[in-house]
Structure formats: structure tokens, C-alpha cells
């Protein structure tokens, strides 16, 4: 009987939608979620779908990747959007809503559907038959992330210490230089901002003054010396960073042939590397902070930033080295995973995943072959990351453009994201009507 149900472990986004998604292809779901038996530090409402950081899904513009993500879950019957727009607020333009309202909304429908059962259960374990989608979030209980963490091999890691990523295109390569130190690896694995001594003085000056995100009551972190944020190490000494992140040593510059008095790596974020992050920059500076500061160094004058540093608690897997391109477990295909436990940031990031989950799952159940949305779009460049990043550097990421494959020929940068949009919304359409065939069908024996 196990083998046609789906056993869905987390009522967040990801879950829901998973469910939701899994559901309206005729499976039986059942959801645990441990609220209100039992409260994660964070969360306060009783009910299924609960916002905690914020109000907002952000940007609607498809100007935006995030938009354009927004608008393929619409296009596609995703219960998030269908919820986030029957309780948004006004917003300018960005997407928010009343969360007490999004969340009765999601859980009247969750609860409501003939074929969920919700179990206000704690899962403290995976089950050991049948399909299941782990969608527990960053806030995993600890009893379900020891059974995680030995389910994974120890690949799971409880906090993030992520360095700001830009994209390549806003880069000043007047300013910058490509070298690996000592000339190892090829010449382009590594850009290279150098700093002479004025400036590298005024950086630390600046790093020490700039604003701290503090740590909220649970997120308790212990920062090993491998990924000290970089504040913290300017606020040891002025010379800290010279000789940490930010050492010249091995690396000369070809314009002036010598080393710099300091320099700050870039490394390809993608193997396309239209995306660089800053090597070695976690940190707990404010975003605002973040935009200020770092456009102080050489060649990031006019930097787009596709991710901001953090340094918060954040239980995800290392999803590349474990996952397939379905987010089902490599070692053990009954299993899925769902929303930021893959990795994945955001609200909106989340519920699509759950939503890839819930119909993934679903056609496994079925036997049928598992539909990919192409990587063109926003749904399949979201996956595409997270199931093909380096594994060695993997990090939590919200979708952006940086994500997305390169147009052909040669177009406009201002031009570029309306048609990265085009494209995909015309890559979706295909993937799209094979998907909503078994909604209908399943509607309508049902």
C-alpha cells in the first residue's frame, strides 16, 4: 500500500506545494508537520505555509529572475501563487501578502483535499518504505537531521557562511586580472582586484565600521577559522586579511608586473562563468553595507550582486554531490527532497522545488517517465544549479539570470534579461501542457 502514497515530511512552501502538485495528480499524500505539537525557534503560527523572515515574495518585474520564476508557478497551477494572490497587500513592485491570511489560505486548501492527510506529527525519521519528500526547511528538528545526516553520509551541513556572488558582465576588467596563484590551474579559473595600500587601509577602515547583521536568540553559530567572516578577521588587525583572503602572494599582476599590496579573488561561480563569488568573504555585514563596501574594491565599482554574504543557521544538503536532476537521492531513489534543505534560497525558490517534487514524486509513483523543464527556464536553471554546482563550493543561491544558459549572438545588455525572458516563457509552454494533461485527467476521475 506504502508504494502508492507519498509521505511528505515539512508543511512550509515546498511541502504544501509538493503535496498540493502530487495530489492533483490523483496520489494519496501524507503530510507531517510537527506544528503546533511542537514549535521550531522561529516560526509562531499554528497553520501549514508559514512566512517567517518577511511578508514579501519579492520582485514581480521579469526584469527580475525571481518574476519570471513567479510567473512560470502561475502559468503552471502552483498553489503558492495561487495563494499569494488571493492575500497580497500593496507592495509597489513587489509581490506580499497578509502572512496570517497566506497561510489559512494554503492550509484550508491543504487540509480540504480528499486525497492529503495531514499528520501534526514530529517525523524524527525517514521512512524506511515507499515514496517520500523531505521538505523539513533550514530549521530542521534535531532528531530528523541526525537521521538526515546519516542518510546523507554526513554531507549536511547546519549553517550557511556564504561569500557575495557577482555577475562577470558588471565587472571593470580594466581593473581586474586573471591568474591563478603561482600560475597554477589555467589562467582564468581565478580574477584577481588588486589593492594597493591606500586602498586596502580604507577597506579594512570600512569593514570595521560597517553595520552587523546580529545573530537572532537560536542561531547560536561557531565560526570555524576556515570561514570566519571577514569583518571579524579585519577586526584582528590591519594586516590580518593580507596575510588571510585577501594574501597577493603568487599572484602578479601583468600590467605592472609585480604583486599588489593586497588582492581580493574572484572564482567562477558557474562553468559557464557569467557569475564570480569573492573568495573567502563570508560575512555578517547589513546587504546595505555589503553594496557600499564592496564597490569599494578595484573592478567592482559598478558590481551587480546576484547574492549578498550571510552567516546565519541553515540545515541544507550538499545537493549536487547527492541528488539527481529530479531531487530524487542518488543512493536512494525513493527519496526526494524539497525547498532550502536542497538549497535552494527564497520563498518563491522553495515553492518551486516543492512543486518539481510534488510532481516528480508523483510520476514515480505512476511509473511514468519524469518530466525536466528545460534549463532555460527559470524553473530548470534553478534545478540545473543545484544539481550541478561544484560540489566542493556548493552554497544556498535564489534564482538570477547569472543561472540561466547565454543567448546566441551577440545582445544587448539592456536587452538581455527580456529575452532570457522570452525565451523561457516560450520553453515552458511544451513542458507545461505535458504536466497540466495529468491535472485534467485526474480532476476529472476524481
Given at each position: 500500500?506504502?508504494?502508492?502514497?507519498?509521505?511528505?515530511?515539512?508543511?512550509?512552501?515546498?511541502?504544501?506545494?509538493?503535496?498540493?502538485?502530487?495530489?492533483?495528480?490523483?496520489?494519496?499524500?501524507?503530510?507531517?508537520?510537527?506544528?503546533?505539537?511542537?514549535?521550531?525557534?522561529?516560526?509562531?503560527?499554528?497553520?501549514?505555509?508559514?512566512?517567517?523572515c518577511s511578508n514579501s515574495l519579492r520582485g514581480?518585474?521579469?526584469?527580475?529572475?525571481?518574476?519570471?520564476?513567479?510567473?512560470?508557478?502561475?502559468?503552471?497551477?502552483?498553489?503558492?501563487?495561487?495563494?499569494?494572490?488571493?492575500?497580497?497587500?500593496?507592495?509597489?513592485?513587489?509581490?506580499?501578502?497578509d502572512r496570517q491570511l497566506f497561510s489559512d489560505y494554503v492550509t484550508n486548501k491543504i487540509s480540504s483535499h480528499p486525497l492529503i492527510r495531514i499528520e501534526r506529527t514530529e517525523a524524527t525519521a525517514i521512512p524506511a518504505e515507499g515514496i517520500v519528500v523531505i521538505a523539513s526547511g533550514p530549521l530542521t528538528s534535531d532528531a530528523l537531521a541526525a537521521s538526515l545526516a546519516n542518510l546523507t553520509g554526513d554531507r549536511l551541513y547546519f549553517y550557511d557562511a556564504i561569500a557575495p556572488i557577482v555577475t562577470a558582465d558588471s565587472l571593470d576588467m580594466t581593473r581586474v586580472f586573471a591568474a591563478s596563484r603561482y600560475g597554477k590551474g589555467d589562467s582564468d579559473d581565478y580574477l584577481n582586484c588588486p589593492l594597493n595600500e591606500e586602498e586596502y587601509l580604507r577597506f579594512i577602515d570600512e569593514l570595521n565600521r560597517g553595520e552587523k547583521v546580529p545573530a537572532r536568540?537560536?542561531?547560536?553559530?561557531?565560526?570555524?577559522?576556515?570561514?570566519?567572516?571577514?569583518?571579524?578577521?579585519?577586526?584582528?588587525?590591519?594586516?590580518?586579511?593580507?596575510?588571510?583572503?585577501?594574501?597577493?602572494v603568487g599572484l602578479i599582476n601583468p600590467d605592472t608586473g609585480h604583486e599588489a599590496h593586497a588582492v581580493i579573488q574572484l572564482r567562477a561561480e558557474n562553468r559557464e562563468k557569467t557569475m564570480y563569488n569573492l573568495v573567502g568573504f563570508q560575512t555578517k555585514l547589513t546587504y546595505g553595507e555589503q553594496r557600499r563596501i564592496f564597490r569599494l574594491?578595484?573592478?567592482?565599482?559598478?558590481?551587480?550582486?546576484?547574492?549578498?554574504g550571510s552567516m546565519h543557521r541553515n540545515t541544507f544538503i550538499n545537493s549536487p554531490a547527492l541528488l539527481d536532476s529530479t531531487q530524487q537521492l542518488k543512493s536512494d531513489p525513493r527519496i526526494f527532497f524539497a525547498g532550502q534543505?536542497?538549497?535552494?534560497?527564497?520563498?518563491?525558490?522553495?515553492?518551486?522545488?516543492?512543486?518539481?517534487?510534488?510532481?516528480?514524486?508523483?510520476?514515480?509513483?505512476?511509473?511514468?517517465?519524469?518530466?525536466?523543464?528545460?534549463?532555460?527556464?527559470?524553473?530548470g536553471a534553478l534545478m540545473h544549479h543545484i544539481t550541478n554546482a561544484d560540489v566542493k563550493h556548493f552554497q544556498p543561491m535564489n534564482v538570477n539570470y547569472g543561472l540561466f544558459p547565454e543567448l546566441p549572438g551577440r545582445v544587448k545588455k539592456k536587452e538581455r534579461r527580456q529575452k532570457l525572458a522570452e525565451r523561457a516563457l516560450a520553453a515552458l509552454q511544451e513542458w507545461e501542457s505535458s504536466i497540466r494533461h495529468r491535472v485534467r485527467e485526474c480532476t476529472e476521475k476524481n
Open positions: 500500500m506504502s508504494e502508492n502514497i507519498i509521505t511528505i515530511i515539512g508543511g512550509g512552501l515546498a511541502g504544501c506545494e509538493a503535496a498540493w502538485q502530487a495530489a492533483q495528480r490523483g496520489i494519496t499524500v501524507i503530510l507531517h508537520e510537527m506544528k503546533p505539537q511542537r514549535f521550531s525557534p522561529a516560526h509562531q503560527l499554528p497553520g501549514l505555509a508559514e512566512l517567517v514581480i518585474s521579469l526584469d527580475n529572475a525571481v518574476g519570471l520564476l513567479k510567473e512560470e508557478l502561475r502559468r503552471c497551477g502552483s498553489l503558492t501563487m495561487e495563494a499569494a494572490e488571493a492575500t497580497c497587500v500593496p507592495a509597489g513592485g513587489a509581490l506580499a501578502v536568540d537560536f542561531e547560536k553559530i561557531v565560526h570555524f577559522e576556515g570561514c570566519m567572516p571577514v569583518e571579524e578577521l579585519a577586526s584582528r588587525g590591519v594586516e590580518t586579511l593580507r596575510f588571510g583572503p585577501m594574501k597577493p574594491i578595484p573592478g567592482l565599482e559598478n558590481a551587480e550582486f546576484v547574492r549578498l534543505i536542497t538549497g535552494v534560497e527564497g520563498y518563491v525558490e522553495s515553492a518551486a522545488s516543492g512543486f518539481l517534487a510534488g510532481i516528480a514524486a508523483a510520476r514515480a509513483v505512476q511509473g511514468q517517465p519524469i518530466p525536466l523543464p528545460s534549463p532555460e527556464t527559470a524553473l
